[in-house]
């Protein structure tokens, strides 16, 4: 009984005519078998392809604008970090885990918000800090956080999210230039001044 030729997708038919050109199209293939076109063998090798192929573009977008006041744009110390992320970090009741973007003279770029979490932590991946330092160009990152409990001081967890944090950005070219945490009442502490980092 005489097999039953599919029709083509056209994605199939695409990838065809770049292996079979115009002028072998209608040709029998020297392993073919006799009275069956080379291409109807080559289509049934091949893996059904989809219809349509979704296309991905990458972007950065500007959720935002937070006032700097008399800041200067260059970071020039964890007293200058801390001063800006008070503001940004201000009425919050959860640890909110952010990085600065700096460009190669330490000029900020930019805030990104990395993650938000409990009373007591939030969830942090290399991947979700580094994203947004890639589409910004950024040459170096500073991390911060804030402490809900208002005691500034680093945890363990701290210093072993920032070690890590340290690593991927060493394989990526972006250094990790500080970690600072807030806390309340103007106060802050800098793993980098700590000797944590």
Excluded: C
Aim: charge should be negative; aromatic fraction near 4%.
């Amino acid at each position: 009984m005489p097999r039953r030729q599919e029709k083509p997708s056209p994605a199939q038919e695409n990838f065809e005519h770049l292996l079979f050109p115009e002028g072998q199209r209608a040709g029998l293939s020297p392993s073919s078998k006799e009275g069956e076109p080379a291409q109807s063998l080559v289509r049934e090798s091949l893996p059904a392809l989809p219809e349509h192929l979704p296309i991905y573009g990458v972007k950065l977008v500007r959720t935002g604008t937070i006032a700097r006041g008399e800041q200067r744009s260059r970071m020039n110390g964890p007293a200058e970090v801390a001063a800006l992320l008070w503001r940004y970090f201000q009425d919050t009741d959860r640890e909110h885990f952010a990085a600065l973007l700096l460009d190669t003279k330490n000029q900020l770029i930019g805030i990104t918000t990395v993650s938000v979490g409990d009373l007591s932590s939030a969830l942090v991946h290399p991947r979700e800090v580094f994203k947004p330092a890639i589409l910004s160009n950024a040459a170096s990152v500073i991390l911060a956080h804030n402490h809900p409990s208002g005691d500034p001081q680093p945890s363990p967890e701290d210093v072993a999210t920032t070690r890590r944090l340290q690593e991927a950005g060493q394989i990526l070219g972006i250094e990790v230039l500080d970690h600072v945490v807030i806390g309340d009442a103007s106060r802050w502490a800098s793993l980098r001044e700590k000797g944590l980092m």
